[in-house]
């Protein structure tokens, strides 16, 4: 199945507008979140705030981070439908794994490192401690109900879910059924609210349900991006399509409304989430058959991943120094962006390429359970002997 060229290009503005939402953004109107990620005090601000600050101001309830992450939540859905129609189950996983942690352990690992640096010559307190990093390495620490050390984690937490939960309903993806994934999705989501309604989740035992539950709209959102992938490859017609998508949608605005979580920010996600959905909806009706030849959107599109890894709290750190050095508020925004996009073509280059190639080539070969058994049960048998040794 050939590429939808838009589709790249879009992933790389998204991931810009990420960029822009924290250092044009969060920066400067929420500086005592952008202190909690550092470890440090709150710091105060002097003077005009940036251009582009003062405009996204004005645009409020209309929020570039959430509208730009809502566009990637919609892409995720639209490419793991190929990978998942085209590769077994257990090599989908396999490739997802690779294609992921590699880029995000490196990415994280020079965040930490920064974050130490930074602590040690402003002599802050950062939490260093394993049973703090391990589980953010791992992307398993909304399980365990630990603040997120980076602030962008939990988009990436949420997509493992979603490939999981794809990984389950292959079949049906395979079986070109997009009927009946709907009907699955929305009927989950419905059980999910009544359950959340009577308090079902509240119970201690269900703590790992719970922090499911907070990731659960985002994925019925995401849904909404492989019903676009079953529309482009014809196996909906485009009434049908955009009348689930529109079933989703409610399910996605139900989910927020009667979970505990989003009832601070449910206007945001109603507008950001809504306006997302309309401006990928027209994008797609009008590109989805035409060639983007932007070389700017095509090398970000390339990046967008390392550039959503790699740039908050570098970013944030470089910021605060450059702040407490006098520099303008305006070049501080835009300087600390470029030295973003460059770190992120270095991270692109050096870690996620060599590892994209490592998911295709793995993605490739015919695993099987018992393959894995294979080789995961002498390791086992190693491991417990180490254990009562």
């Known amino acids: 199945m050939r590429k939808v060229s838009f589709i790249h290009h879009l992933r790389g503005l998204a991931a810009l507008l990420v960029v822009f939402a924290h250092f044009y953004g969060v920066f400067w109107t929420a500086p005592g979140a952008v202190?909690?990620?550092?470890?440090?005090?709150?710091?105060?601000?002097?003077?005009?705030?940036?251009?582009?600050?003062?405009?996204?101001?004005?645009?409020?309830?209309?929020?570039?981070?959430?509208?730009?992450?809502?566009i990637f939540f919609?892409?995720?859905?639209?490419v793991i439908s190929i990978s998942i129609k085209k590769y077994n189950t257990l090599n989908f996983l396999l490739a997802r794994v690779v294609r992921i942690y590699p880029t995000y352990l490196v990415g994280f690992a020079i965040s930490s490192l920064v974050l130490f640096f930074y602590s040690v010559w402003y002599d802050l307190f950062a939490d260093f401690s394993v049973a703090r990093l391990v589980p953010q390495f791992l992307l398993i620490r909304d399980w365990l109900w630990l603040p997120s050390l980076d602030g962008i984690s939990w988009t990436l937490e949420i997509e493992l879910k979603f490939y999981i939960l794809c990984a389950l309903l292959s079949v049906f993806f395979k079986r070109n059924m997009p009927r009946v994934l709907a009907i699955i999705i929305c009927t989950v989501s419905?059980?999910?609210?009544?359950?959340?309604?009577?308090?079902?989740?509240?119970?201690?035992a269900h703590r790992y349900l719970l922090a499911v539950s907070y990731s659960f709209p985002f994925i019925v959102y995401m849904f909404i991006g492989v019903i676009f992938f079953f529309i482009y490859s014809h196996e909906l017609t485009l009434k049908t399509g955009f009348v689930i998508i529109a079933l989703l949608f409610i399910n996605f605005l139900v989910l927020c409304a009667t979970t505990s979580f989003f009832e601070a920010g449910y206007k945001t996600y109603v507008v950001n989430y809504g306006i997302a959905l309309v401006i990928f909806s027209l994008l797609y009706l009008t590109l989805n058959n035409k060639v983007i030849t932007s070389p700017v959107t095509y090398i970000l599109g390339n990046i967008s991943y390392s550039l959503y890894v790699i740039h908050p709290i570098v970013g944030y750190a470089a910021m605060h120094l450059m702040l407490q050095l006098g520099v303008s508020y305006e070049f501080i925004a835009f300087f600390v962006t470029l030295i973003s996009i460059f770190s992120a073509y270095l991270l692109h280059r050096f870690v996620e390429l060599p590892s994209h190639k490592m998911a295709q080539r793995l993605s490739k070969v015919k695993l099987s359970v018992h393959m894995i058994k294979e080789v995961l049960l002498p390791l086992q048998r190693k491991v417990t002997a180490f254990i009562h040794s």
């Not at 919609?74 to 639209?78: D, R, T």
């Not at 419905?190 to 201690?204: M, Y």
Request: aromatic fraction near 18%; include cysteine.
């Open 35 to 70: 202190a909690y990620l550092l470890h440090s005090p709150q710091y105060t601000l002097d003077g005009n705030l940036p251009f582009l600050t003062s405009i996204l101001q004005k645009l409020s309830p209309f929020n570039l981070g959430a509208f730009g992450v809502a």
């Open 74 to 78: 919609l892409i995720s859905g639209f």
């Open 190 to 204: 419905i059980l999910w609210a009544v359950c959340w309604n009577n308090n079902f989740f509240a119970l201690q």
